[in-house]
């Protein structure tokens, strides 16, 4: 099966879409990968989302009728700014009219848009017609994750992508998991299972480094010989201090560009580990696997800030990427696992600080002979790797095979998950249709419909 796979992740920076040709099982052939940037200003839109639904404790609705003036909050307290009102630029990049209030719904609406063109640039850029693909994998933008709640709210409208494209589309992956008792995360495990698999590489670790950090243990073939977990902070912690130290005129340390002059604050160090990751009181660090993270459980407390504040940019910077690659190493200690061969994956490993204080970290943990590569070094594509993951996980899903197991996220037992719509405009693949009859409980999204399930299509 042709299945494009689109994911967007909590650093909010664009879209990457991939084309797999795939059985959602063995076989895995990569056919083409792009990726779109997101304008600064809609970069900020979605961030402002995020924070209208946290303000309300995931619950969509409110976020929604308030977002307006949450989104003049957000400019104001968050990002601190105040010398200029961005609300007209803003306003004009989503509507074309500076004047008119800026909507919840038209930002959500605005991002399924850009999956339609990540989608048609994709195709393009492949030399295939929309009626060669089968099905699309669609992740959607991740705003709140709260797995002890049966909460995992994950928003972006699969029908009207379908019904655009003419394409099947499958979302809401994280959903079934989430109410069945499970984390919700890490879903990126068994895709890197089955490549290496494919490509004989096993045992090995892969670090995919996003927003968040996760680690991949795979020690063989079947379901029971992998376990992942989210670690801490990937780039997210840098990307938001960055973006308050400059007052919103840049929002990451660009290759490095500050951390590799500064020195690491041992202190500070200390005091991230403390204060970092509290979740409901407890130290996300000290708990054991499986666990998930979402991007808002890690913050700069008060006396983080201060301390940082007291540090250059690059001293901060340095500290921060540090505090990533330490976290990752650390969790060695979680796992009877002690694997020599490393492979990083995802948009982290382009800050070259993060990448050499991991690379000398694992080496002073397991000694000279541990082998660290970056994806595309082990023959994997880094940048296309999430969107493949959705891209695969939309075949198993069609199929109703495991999308995570209970050495992933926590559940009681491997589940599928996912939610198909069907275009309107057009009819689905004669193999998508023979799947479909003989699992159609995707179309409902394997589990009764309820009015929680609706906040996050």
Known sequence: MLSIG??????MDGIDAALLETDGEAVIVPRGHC???????????????EYAIWRFAGDVTQARLNYTALLQT????????????????????????????VSFDQVIAHSTFLHVTAVNRLLEKTKQK??????????????????SQGISIVLGDGQSLADQL????VNNFRQRDVMLGGQGAP????????LAVRDNKIPLAVVNCGGIANITFITGASLNDVCGFDTGPGNVLIDRYVQRRTLGKEFMDIDGKYGRCGKVDVGIMDLLHEQAVIIQGSNFLNKKPPKALDSNDLQLTIELMTRLDQLSLADACATLEAFTAQTIVSSLKQVDVKPNYWVLAGGGWNNPV???????????????????????????????MEAQIFAYFAVRSLKNLPLSTPNTTGISQAVSGGHAYLSKTSKPTSVV??????????????????????LSP
């Open 6 to 11: 689109l994911m967007t992740g909590t650093s």
């Open 35 to 49: 990726a779109i940037d997101y304008d600064p200003a809609f970069k900020i839109l979605l961030k402002s989302v």
């Open 74 to 101: 957000y400019l104001t307290d968050v990002l601190k700014n105040v010398a200029t009102d961005l609300t007209p630029q803003l306003a004009n990049y989503l509507t074309g009219d500076p004047h008119q209030p």
């Open 433 to 454: 249709m023979q799947l479909l009859q003989a699992n159609p409980a995707v179309l409902t999204g394997y589990i009764p419909i309820t009015p929680q399930d609706a």
């Open 354 to 384: 993060i990448l050499q204080a991991l690379q000398q970290q694992l080496c002073h943990q397991l000694g000279p002979a541990v082998q660290v590569k970056t994806a595309d070094e082990f023959g994997w594509n880094s940048q296309a």
């Open 166 to 169: 003419g394409i099947t589309v």
């Open 130 to 147: 929309v009626s060669d693909i089968d099905v699309i994998g669609y992740h959607g933008q991740a705003f709140f994750h709260r797995p």
């Open 187 to 194: 879903f990126a495990p068994l895709y890197h299972q089955a």
